[in-house]
Each structure stands twice: as C-alpha cells, then as structure tokens.
C-alpha cells in the first residue's frame, strides 16, 4: 500500500513548552521523605498504594521509575508495589549546601501511558563537625581601639545544613573579649569578636584564646581554631576601596587564565601602614578552587573552567590590610553567563519492532529529551525525516511517542529506518540525532490467483464431463 504525498506533513516540529506539559500532567506531585545514610533495601513507600493501582496493574502496565540523571536511586518492586531504595544516599554527595535536598524522579506507565512525577527529600543527619579552614587565625588590633570596637572572624565550615550546621560561636573566659554570633542575610553566622577592655600594648603585646563553633543537632559537634590578638601601636587610617561592590559578567567558556575584575583600596598612611595586601575573607570551597587573588594587584583571574549548570553565580568577600593591622571590606559580585554547550539528550524508554502490518495506529517508541542549558539555549525541536508514514506526538514531562500513521504495507516495504533528530535554539544550535529500525511483519492479506486459475478449470473440466455424460446417455 502506497499512500500519496499529501497525506504526511512536509515537516513535523514539536516546540517543546515546558509549562504546558506540566499542566498537561495534571497530578501534582508526591513527596516521599527519607534520612541519609538509611540504608539500600529500606522501604519508602507503598507506591500502588498512592497511585491507586493494584499490584497487577503495576505490572501489567509496564510500570517503571525513572530519575532525573537515570541514576538507580530508587527501585520499583513490582511483587508488592513498594519503592525501595536501590543504594545508601549521601546528602552531601547529592546536592551539598542546597537544603532542601530533592531528588525528582517519575512513574511511567503504558498502555495507556501515564507518567506521574514525585519527588524524594533527602533529609540531613548531624555526620559532619564544624571546620575551619586554618588552625590559627592572627588578629592585630591596635591599642588605641575603643570598648565595643568589633572584628569580624573566619566563619567555620560544616557540610551539614539547616539546624546541623553552625549555629553559635563561643571562646573562652578572658577579660578583655567576647564573641558576637551574627546572622548575614543569606542565612550564613560567622563571629565577630567584641572589644569589651581597652587594651595596652605595654602591658600586653599578645593575647591568645580559643574559639568554638557549635551546631545545632543533637548532640552537638563543635570545632574550634585558635585567636592570636597582636595590640600595635596606633595606625589610624584604614585601607578604603573605591567601591563597596564590584559586579562582573563572565561567559562560562571563558578560558582558564581570564581577568575577571580587578578590586582597588587606598590607604592615606605612609611606610608600613600604607601598604595593602588583598585577600579573600569568608572562602568557600567552590570560590578558592575557582578564582585567584592576587595579593598585590587586587586582580581576580579564573583558574578553573566555569559551569553555567553547576554553579550561575558566585559572591566574594574581599578584604583589603595594611601593614598597620587595619582592613576594610567589599564584596565581588560574580554572575555566569550561560552558553550553549549541552547537546540535547535523547533516552528510549521503550521500542516495539516488528510492527504487524493493516494495524492501525501503532505505538513504535516512547522517547524523552532533555537540554542540561537554560533559556534558549535549553528549548528545543524535535523532527523525524517527511518521507515515512510516522509521526512524533509529544506526551508529558518532556516525553514523545513515535507512531504510525495509518496501517503500513509490508509487500511495499518491510523495514523502515527512523531518525530522530532534536535540535535546541540556542546560538550555534547543537543537535542530537538517534536511529531505530522498525521492521514490518507479514500478514496474510494477498489472494494466491494460480490457486484459484486452476480451481476453476478443474472445476470446468468437471462439469463438462457430466454434461457429455448426460448428451451420451440420452
């Protein structure tokens, strides 16, 4: 069976819109809730339970858990309906300082296909201490400072989050300071260390004392470091810089090496006390392994290839000192642009070959595609070639399915071979191509004409025979 041209569509494009699938899947999602470090095996829910399906339905509907990254976090046991975890979860390892810890995954049905999203929120537990970064940290604090002076400290690192991480600093007993915890606006506490006593360099030149960070779980963990207070000699003016925040833009295919901002603070003193060296103040982990600081020209250079998708923006705290003890502050304001640089992905979820041929629309494939880049650069286009009797029809949660159109004809072809092509808008567009083969099975729909040729002539010979017969008799 041949079909005319003018019943398949010269082009066949799907924009992708991704607010209009999720309203198409019209089930909100479930949210399922367990602890780091349970262990693999451990029950998370009666999932035919919540989707109001009987064990068998699960099963006979092909019933599958898929995760966002196709990791097998989690695991469908279709004897009982229930959702295991498939192996022991590590907060940390899977979404870091992110809280909450999310992890979205779906159930997919066939026949009729369904996908229903869910969600699994990975609960902290109190496994990590608080760190600092250094053991020691050097004050020096001129003599002349006034009762109520206050001196910001390098905050501790605790990879736990919400109540398990820091959440007081304390020091120990001494008559002449004490420690401030104070809330940023991002939610981060760092110490301040409050002058309670004037001091005097010639009564004491040094001051040692030991500081403690508390978190909040139970029991508490605690680390300390310790303070080492310098008292110098009166310097009484500060480094100042010329702007309280920098902003900078960097595209994240910018090159290892690349200038990203360049901080400038003067100081009106002379000699030692007018000599500035810049520094970062309050470093994470991300920050210092990705950006240099040059202590002498105040320049901050890239040292480790920027991604838009792990990290969109960063936020430093510069501090600027003098050889007099004095510093002063800004922050640097880092946003990543995002490029195009993530082809768009293709996962099959299922195929059926051969196809029985005089069927009627038959479900060849059901596919999904995904673009790991945002804005344009992440929206997409998918197509099969214009000559075959298929066709793409979107479904929900960015999933496809590959049909025929219309009943095929095995005696004009047997074997049909599909490309899917998924294109992104970005700037230069990146395409992902994928090619499956659909074989069509014979059915038996052809009159055999020599069969019925003979049977009428033996069925003529026949006859003739009987009337020669009765001519002869008579």
């Given at each position: 069976m041949e079909a005319g041209e003018g019943r398949f569509p010269k082009q066949r494009q799907v924009l992708i819109l991704l607010l209009l699938m999720g309203a198409q899947a019209g089930w909100e999602p479930h949210r399922y809730y367990v602890m780091?470090?349970?262990?693999?095996?451990?029950?998370?829910?009666?999932?035919?339970?919540?989707?109001?399906?009987?064990?068998?339905?699960?099963?006979?509907?092909?019933?599958?858990?898929?995760?966002?990254?196709?990791?097998?976090?989690?695991?469908?046991?279709?004897?009982?309906?229930?959702?295991?975890?498939?192996?022991?979860?590590?907060?940390?390892?899977?979404?870091?300082?992110?809280?909450?810890?999310?992890?979205?995954?779906?159930?997919?049905?066939?026949?009729?296909?369904?996908?229903?999203?869910?969600?699994?929120?990975?609960?902290?537990?109190?496994?990590?201490?608080?760190?600092?970064?250094?053991?020691?940290?050097?004050?020096?604090?001129?003599?002349?400072?006034?009762?109520?002076?206050?001196?910001?400290?390098?905050?501790?690192?605790?990879?736990?989050?919400?109540?398990?991480?820091?959440?007081?600093?304390?020091?120990?007993?001494?008559?002449?300071?004490?420690?401030?915890?104070?809330?940023?606006?991002?939610?981060?506490?760092?110490?301040?260390?409050?002058?309670?006593?004037?001091?005097?360099?010639?009564?004491?030149?040094?001051?040692?004392?030991?500081?403690?960070?508390?978190?909040?779980?139970?029991?508490?963990r605690s680390g300390t470091?310790?303070?080492?207070?310098?008292?110098?000699?009166?310097?009484?003016?500060?480094?100042?810089?010329?702007?309280?925040?920098?902003?900078?833009?960097?595209?994240?295919?910018?090159?290892?090496?690349?200038?990203?901002?360049?901080?400038?603070?003067?100081?009106?003193?002379?000699?030692?006390?007018?000599?500035?060296?810049?520094s970062l103040f309050y470093s994470s982990l991300e920050i210092s392994k990705t950006f240099e600081l040059s202590s002498l020209s105040g320049e901050i250079r890239l040292i480790e290839k920027l991604d838009f998708e792990t990290i969109s923006a960063f936020e430093l705290d510069i501090e600027a000192s003098d050889g007099g003890g004095l510093s002063g502050k800004c922050s640097v304001s880092i946003k990543v642009l995002d490029v195009n640089d993530n082809s768009p992905e293709l996962t099959i979820s299922s195929l059926t070959s051969p196809i029985t041929e005089n069927s009627p629309e038959t479900e060849v494939a059901l596919f999904r595609i995904r673009d790991r880049d945002s804005g344009e650069n992440g929206r997409m286009v998918c197509s099969i070639q214009d000559d075959i009797p298929f066709a793409l029809k979107p479904s929900v949660e960015n999933y496809y399915r590959l049909v025929t159109e219309g009943a095929l004809d095995r005696e004009t072809t047997a074997e049909y071979n599909i490309t899917i092509t998924v294109t992104d808008l970005g700037t230069p567009r990146l395409k992902t191509e994928h090619s499956i083969t659909v074989q069509?099975?014979?059915?038996?729909?052809?009159?055999?004409?020599?069969?019925?040729?003979?049977?009428?002539?033996?069925?003529?010979?026949?006859?003739?025979?009987?009337l020669r017969k009765i001519y002869y008799d008579t």
């Open positions: 780091e470090e349970t262990e693999s095996g451990s029950f998370v829910a009666n999932l035919a339970k919540d989707l109001g399906l009987g064990v068998r339905d699960l099963a006979a509907r092909g019933a599958r858990v898929v995760s966002e990254d196709n990791k097998p976090l989690l695991q469908l046991d279709l004897q009982t309906g229930e959702l295991i975890l498939n192996e022991k979860l590590d907060r940390e390892d899977l979404c870091g300082p992110t809280d909450p810890c999310v992890m979205h995954f779906q159930v997919l049905l066939k026949n009729p296909m369904e996908v229903f999203r869910a969600e699994l929120l990975v609960r902290d537990i109190n496994d990590h201490s608080p760190e600092f970064s250094e053991r020691e940290m050097t004050l020096k604090i001129p003599e002349n400072s006034p009762p109520g002076s206050v001196f910001p400290l390098k905050k501790a690192q605790d990879l736990d989050v919400g109540n398990n991480n820091v959440q007081n600093y304390n020091i120990g007993p001494n008559s002449h300071f004490h420690v401030s915890t104070h809330n940023r606006e991002d939610g981060r506490k760092y110490p301040e260390l409050v002058l309670d006593k004037e001091l005097d360099r010639e009564e004491q030149a040094e001051l040692r004392l030991t500081l403690t960070a508390l978190d909040g779980g139970s029991p508490h470091v310790q303070i080492r207070i310098l008292v110098l000699d009166v310097n009484d003016n500060a480094p100042e810089f010329a702007q309280m925040l920098y902003e900078a833009q960097v595209p994240e295919s910018s090159p290892v090496g690349s200038l990203i901002v360049k901080v400038s603070a003067m100081d009106l003193d002379t000699g030692t006390n007018g000599e500035i060296s810049y069509v099975s014979d059915v038996n729909d052809n009159i055999d004409l020599e069969f019925l040729e003979n049977s009428f002539i033996s069925s003529y010979q026949r006859s003739d025979k009987i």
